[in-house]
T-cell receptor, first 109, second 118 residues
């Protein structure tokens, strides 16, 4: 059935490093795609979204492009900060919301 | 000005007890959800209600019973708690009306309730 697969963590980076977290999906039709972020002890917050092919979602320096040909929505940031340490969830909406398994990112000073 | 709130934030209880978690949203949304997040952060949908009607009921033991007295509330009651029920439970809401229109089914999450069954 439909699913979301994202890169397994944990991911540990130094401050100012480049970040990529891979996400691929399977779905019928044209799902909407999301990245959510969960900071320690908090609920999930929407980070960015894209609703059709070739759309680029962006927020707080993070970007992800909806690639229908590769069914991917990889999250990138050019220069991570310690405050970006969190768990990141890729998700797709196609009649219901399905989340990936989450990727824990730790950024060290 | 809390959007989605849950009570309690922490719940510690013995096996076999019955407990409830409450959720309220003041966003004017018409759809609410319950998710379970395990210790590895895996997030699984349990239930979804739209205008007080159940629309998603994943494979969840029938010890779990959601109740929606009105559009703004979706409570989760759990009977005969088991060790494996220990997790963080998140409530969420979405909707195309109200003071926080969520386009394309963006969901707004509560802060979570950490349930520990001893």
């Amino acid at each position: 059935g439909d699913s979301v697969t994202q890169m397994e963590g944990p991911v540990t980076l130094s401050e100012e490093a480049f970040l990529t977290i891979n996400c691929t999906y399977t779905a019928t039709g044209y799902p909407s795609l999301f990245w959510y972020v969960q900071y320690p002890g908090e609920g999930l917050q929407l980070l960015l979204k894209a609703t059709k092919a070739d759309d680029k979602g962006s927020n707080k320096g993070f970007e992800a492009t909806y690639r229908k040909e590769t069914t991917s929505f990889h999250l990138e940031k050019g220069s991570v900060q310690v405050s970006d340490s969190a768990v990141y969830f890729c998700a797709r909406w196609n009649n219901d919301m399905r989340f990936g398994a989450g990727t824990r990112l730790t950024v060290k000073p | 000005d809390t959007a989605v709130s849950q009570t309690p934030k922490y719940l510690v209880t013995q096996m076999g007890n019955d407990k409830s978690i409450k959720c309220e949203q003041n966003l004017g949304h018409d759809t609410m959800y319950w998710y379970k997040q395990d210790s590895k952060k895996f997030l699984k949908i349990m239930f979804s209600y739209n205008n007080k009607e159940l629309i998603i009921n994943e494979t969840v033991p029938n010890r779990f019973s959601p109740k929606s007295p009105d559009k703004a509330h979706l409570n989760l009651h759990i009977n005969s708690l088991e060790l494996g029920d220990s997790a963080v439970y998140f409530c969420a809401s979405s909707g195309t009306s109200g003071r926080a229109r969520s386009s394309y089914n963006e969901q707004f999450f509560g802060p979570g309730t950490r349930l520990t069954v001893l």
